[in-house]
């Protein structure tokens, strides 16, 4: 089942904005996000059975990862949006378990999406 995101648009800088990924990884599922000229970097995981969560650090606070299961949906939350944020964001499954040493390596996931995008203005 292909990943497919939605809910990228263009907002100001202190808003709010929620994207979703309907599809599901076996282990994981994490969202990752790419800048023009950047390298994709880790936003956040979740783990499909405990629900365990990982972010990279300076999100902590700010955004947030869930998933609804009967939906099969992930979702994060972006609260207090800065320009800083903008960029395409990834939705991606992985078949292997992960933990806090692999969940932020690219790759350690096996699907993506194409990414929706998400643009910041001050």
């Known amino acids: 089942e292909p990943l497919v995101e939605s809910g990228g648009r263009l907002v100001q800088a202190g808003e709010s904005l929620r994207l979703a990924c309907t599809g599901s990884g076996r282990f994981a599922m994490a969202w990752f996000r790419q800048a023009p000229g950047k390298e994709r970097e880790f936003v956040a995981a979740?783990?499909?059975?405990?629900?365990?969560?990982y972010y990279k650090d300076s999100l902590k606070g700010r955004f947030t990862i869930s998933r609804n299961s009967a939906k099969n949906t992930l979702y994060l939350q972006m609260n207090n949006l800065k320009p800083e944020d903008a960029a395409v964001y990834y939705c991606?499954?992985?078949?292997?378990?992960?933990?806090?040493?692999?969940?932020?390596?690219?790759?350690?996931?096996?699907?993506w999406g194409q990414g929706t995008q998400v643009t910041v203005f001050p």
């Open positions: 979740i783990t499909m059975t405990a629900g365990t969560t």
């Open positions: 991606a499954a992985s078949e292997w378990a992960i933990n806090s040493m692999n969940v932020r390596t690219i790759d350690q996931y096996d699907f």
